[in-house]
């Protein structure tokens, strides 16, 4: 007698895999990461920032791309040194985060996220630090819980707009 196995039911609503890979971000980028942050900037999400300085900072960024090139989204990663409160271990910001409208929902802004807290690990960070205007879900969910600009890294916690209202949030790495 011969038997099979049973398939597990199709999910009418299941998401398919990603299609998109995550890599280091070149100066060449600049003018795609600035198109891509165009929304969130307009929204008040993020600050403006020139094609200029995101070609400067290049490196800081990890994008998501799409099989035909496209970005689905970026994250920046900053290395600071430690505020005096943190002892020695330097910290990260984690900033600019942002998923193309068409994207968000699909996984795109968790697998930033995933491959931002492998960075932080590699760079043998002690801790990320983010500023949110939105709710912070994804970050919440990632082990993320706010703070104060006390414990962030001086440089980065003077570079905050107090006018923006923003949520701090860190994570131990």
């Known amino acids: 007698m011969i038997t099979a196995t049973p398939r597990p039911a199709p999910q009418p609503h299941a998401r398919p895999a990603p299609t998109h890979r995550v890599r280091t971000a070149s100066r060449e980028d600049a003018p795609a990461l600035a198109e891509l942050s165009r929304p ?49 271990v ?6 600019n ?12 802004g968790a697998g930033l996220l995933r491959a931002v807290l492998a960075a932080a690990h590699a760079q043998g ?15 919440l969910r990632y082990g993320f819980t706010p703070t104060t600009a ?7 916690a003077a570079s905050l707009d107090p006018r923006r209202n923003a949520r701090i949030l860190t994570k131990s790495v």
């Open 150 to 156: 006390r414990l962030a890294p001086p440089s980065w």
């Open 97 to 108: 985060f942002c998923v193309a409208e068409h994207q968000q929902g699909s996984g795109v």
């Open 40 to 88: 969130f900037v307009r929204s008040g999400a993020l600050r403006e920032r020139p094609v200029s300085l995101y070609a400067a900072h290049a490196a800081d960024f990890l994008v998501a791309e799409a099989a035909d090139g496209a970005f689905a989204g970026c994250v920046g990663l900053r290395a600071h040194r430690a505020a005096p409160a943190a002892g020695d």
């Open 125 to 139: 960070l002690g801790a990320l630090f983010t500023a949110t205007t939105g709710g912070g879900g994804l970050f």
């Open 90 to 95: 330097p910290a990260g910001v984690v900033y």
